[in-house]
């Protein structure tokens, strides 16, 4: 089992830049790949990053491409996702997302374990 609890979330203006976390417990973090995924209202929720067990290989959506990055502290059982030039369209809960392995995937039914999300409201 993993449990995994996102924090950072919050208000933050349009060219702002905000940092979530991803704190995992239960099992050998260094074992797990970590995505970030957004669920806008009114949307389906939707892929935004990725980064593999050692953050050797990460993964983008193409809407965050040079904007958000994604990266993890093996030794703090952490991961982050750093968000610069945030756009009102980035308003949205915010979910980690755990899977075993090694690969880092896109799609929401790769991984088992997710986090209860956080809010990110940009305003314009």
């Known amino acids: 089992q993993v449990q995994l609890v996102e924090s950072g979330g919050g208000l933050v203006q349009a060219g702002g830049s905000l940092r979530l976390s991803c704190a995992a417990s239960?099992?050998?973090?260094?074992?797990?790949?970590i995505g970030w995924f957004r669920q806008a209202p009114g949307k389906e929720r939707e892929f935004v990053a990725a980064?593999?067990?050692?953050?050797?290989?990460?993964k983008y959506a193409d809407f965050v491409k040079g904007r958000f990055t994604i990266s993890r502290d093996n030794a703090k059982n952490t991961a982050y996702l750093q968000m610069n030039s945030v756009k009102p369209e980035d308003t949205a809960v915010y979910y980690c997302?755990?899977?075993?392995?090694?690969?880092?995937?896109?799609?929401?039914?790769?991984?088992?374990?997710w986090g209860q999300g956080t809010q990110v409201t940009v305003s314009s």
């Open positions: 997302a755990a899977r075993a392995g090694t690969v880092t995937s896109a799609q929401q039914d790769d991984y088992g374990y």
């Open positions: 239960g099992r050998t973090f260094s074992a797990i790949a």
């Open positions: 980064i593999s067990r050692f953050g050797v290989s990460t």
